[in-house]
């Protein structure tokens, strides 16, 4: 009922074994909420979520590219073999690393090195921009500026269904561009308001 309201519905966070993951692929899933993390990993013997994600050519597969969420070899890994169905997220809890502490009910994170954690010592969100992520995309996984912004732009609006309305230079859709040098050090957004 939710995919055919076109509720786009991701499958993360979960303790789900392969099996059950692919049955649940087979009825219309096609995303994951941000591989690796937080959820049946790849085993031999039990190939987990991840494997399942990697196995199903239809299942899009989020990274968040940060080095501490997957190792650069991890996501690697992920992007050769998900291709044009891996693309970037960010997950930040807090943008630009000014929030040091932040508690709200059982919630807690604390900045260290860069990298939010809670107090079991466990990851608390990301630190992550949008922009920091095509750059490691582009320094780390070697990957051209095309398809680094590629992961950060259409191959997004196509995992969630938009992209007859996002992601791309295209009249009709928002006026939203990015500029970049070659190596990507420097990105700087220009947004126009049509009248």
């Known amino acids: 009922m939710l995919l055919e309201s076109g509720i786009v519905i991701s499958a993360g966070h ?10 649940y692929f087979s009825k219309g899933i096609k995303l994951v909420t941000h591989l690796y993390n937080a959820m049946t990993q790849f085993g031999h013997r039990e190939p987990g979520l991840v494997g399942a994600t990697f196995e199903n050519e239809a299942v899009y597969a989020p990274i968040i590219l940060d080095g501490a969420h997957c190792d650069y ?6 992007y050769k073999l998900k291709k044009d169905k891996f693309f970037l997220i ?5 943008l630009g690393r000014k929030v ?7 919630f807690d994170a604390h900045l260290d ?14 630190s992550i921009s949008m922009e920091e992520a095509v750059q490691n995309a582009f320094n780390h996984l070697h990957v ?22 996002v992601g791309k230079i295209k009249s009709g859709f928002p006026a939203s561009f990015v ?7 420097i990105i700087e957004t220009l947004n ?4």
């Open 14 to 23: 979960s303790t789900m074994t392969y099996k059950e993951a692919q049955y």
């Open 73 to 78: 070899a991890a996501a690697s890994v992920a």
């Open 90 to 94: 960010s997950d930040a809890a807090f």
């Open 100 to 106: 040091a502490n932040f508690k709200w009910d059982s």
């Open 113 to 126: 090195n860069g990298f939010y954690g809670n107090e079991e010592g466990n990851l608390a969100g990301a």
């Open 144 to 165: 051209s500026a095309d398809e680094a912004i590629k992961m950060a732009t259409c191959r997004v609006a196509s995992a969630i269904n938009m992209e007859d309305q």
């Open 179 to 185: 500029t970049f040098n070659d190596n990507l050090s």
């Open 192 to 195: 126009y308001n049509l009248i």
